[in-house]
């Protein structure tokens, strides 16, 4: 298996090039614990020696997610893919144990049926040919395995604050990401089986002078680098004078939706 190689030149259509901000990717304060769904599949194999279980973490950014895997489970086998080497050389620092791929999701050099337990986190919405990420990721599945994309769903959260002050950044969403119901389709039309999903909303009132300081440091989501520079300054404009209006300690309200898409291949 190659690890991560020199940089490459990433195409136009890309939606965000992390090497440009992946030494400030990591906020303080978003500490990972273990993936609950790879603890719920280990628990439900458990009869089938769970030692030999192989994960892939597809999109795996600065490897947060695999180094806390790793502290739980240290004998499982675990590859970090990501696009960029910027993101995999911090991931590198971060745990050692763990093997970093460079690679695209839609095209993974990896052989058939290597990996028991695939994860996407917050990535699928960069790729642009999802129906070939999808077709990898049973290809690349053991017989039994299983794969869990974790997202935002933007058509759940009309509401949210940087939607709000950033129109564009859902319009580019909703064409970056896939309705529910289409992933899960497309997910059963390539083989997979016991498709779920499963959704987590939450509401909240968000304090404006803090969601200032976060949308003034543009690298810290992607909805916000994605936009073209005058919607984004535009949005800050308004947010700023509605600092000065209302108040730093002022609220707004905002609402986040994340949904969870399991599916197994067939055993
Ligand atoms: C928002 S970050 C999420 C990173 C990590 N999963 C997390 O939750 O912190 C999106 C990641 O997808 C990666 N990415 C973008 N396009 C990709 C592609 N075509 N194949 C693999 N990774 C890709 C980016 O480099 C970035 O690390």
């Known amino acids: 298996m190659e690890e991560i190689g020199q940089f490459q030149m990433i195409s136009s259509s890309q939606r965000v090039d992390y090497d440009r901000i992946a030494h400030l990717y990591d906020e303080p304060g978003r500490d990972f614990d273990a993936d609950t769904n790879l603890v719920e599949f280990l628990n439900e194999k458990a009869r089938d020696k769970p030692s030999l279980c192989r994960i892939l ?15 739980k489970f240290p004998d499982r086998q675990a590859v970090g893919l990501d696009l960029f ?36 986190q917050f990535s699928y919405h960069h790729v642009q040919d999802k129906k070939r990420m999808i077709e990898s990721t049973f290809r690349i599945l053991r017989p039994g395995g299983r794969f869990v994309i974790t997202n935002l769903d933007p058509w759940s959260m009309s509401g949210w604050i940087v939607y709000t002050y950033f129109p564009a950044s859902r319009g580019r969403d909703l064409a970056d990401f896939l309705p529910v119901d289409q992933l ?31 949308a003034s440091e543009r690298h ?20 700023r004078e509605d600092v000065k209006r209302l108040g730093k300690a002022s609220r707004m309200p905002s609402e986040i939706c994340l949904v969870c898409v399991t599916g197994d291949k067939p055993g």
């Open 57 to 71: 973490d597809m999109g795996c950014g600065t490897g947060k997610q695999l180094a806390a895997n790793h502290d």
């Open 85 to 120: 080497h910027g993101m995999l050389l911090q991931a590198r620092k971060r745990c050692m144990e763990v093997h970093w791929l460079q690679a695209d999701s839609a095209n993974p050099p990896l052989a058939g049926n290597t990996f028991d337990y695939i994860s996407n």
């Open 220 to 239: 810290r989501t992607s909805q916000l680098m994605v936009i073209p520079d005058a919607d984004y300054q535009k949005g800050l404009s308004t947010l």
């Open 184 to 214: 899960m389709a497309l997910m059963q039309r390539l083989g997979f089986w016991n498709i779920d999903a499963k959704y987590k909303h939450s509401r909240n009132e968000e304090n404006l002078g803090d969601f200032l300081k976060y």
